[in-house]
Nanobody, 124 residues
Framework: QVQLTESGGGPVQVGGSLRLSCAAS????????AGWFRQAPGKEREFVAA????????DYADSVKGRFTISRDNAKNTVYLQMNSLEPEDTAVYYC?????????????????WGQGTQVTVSS
């Protein structure tokens, strides 16, 4: 079992930056692929970014490519999402997820563990 706790969300102005963190506990995390998803009001949860268990491969949604960076520090059991050049459309609750397998996927139903989410609000 893996417990995930997100932090780092909050209000930010257009063009600003935030770094989200996802701390994992409960078992060794380095073999688990991890991802970030987001859900805006009235919309379905959508894929943002994912990273393999060893951190060597990443995947991004087109909407965030070039602006967001996912990374991980397995020694700290933590996954990060650096978000730059934020836009109002990035406003959502951001969720961290992990899966038992080490490779990345984009489907929400392929992830086994989820955090509670952290709110990101981008305003002009």
């Amino acid at each position: 079992q893996v417990q995930l706790t997100e932090s780092g969300g909050g209000p930010v102005q257009v063009g600003g930056s935030l770094r989200l963190s996802c701390a994992a506990s409960g078992r060794t995390f380095s073999t688990n692929a991890a991802g970030w998803f987001r859900q805006a009001p009235g919309k379905e949860r959508e894929f943002v970014a994912a990273i393999t268990g060893n951190g060597r491969r990443t995947d991004y949604a087109d909407s965030v490519k070039g602006r967001f960076t996912i990374s991980r520090d397995n020694a700290k059991n933590t996954v990060y999402l650096q978000m730059n050049s934020l836009e109002p459309e990035d406003t959502a609750v951001y969720y961290c997820a992990a899966r038992i397998a080490p490779w990345t996927v984009r489907r929400t139903d392929e992830y086994d563990y989820w955090g509670q989410g952290t709110q990101v609000t981008v305003s002009s």
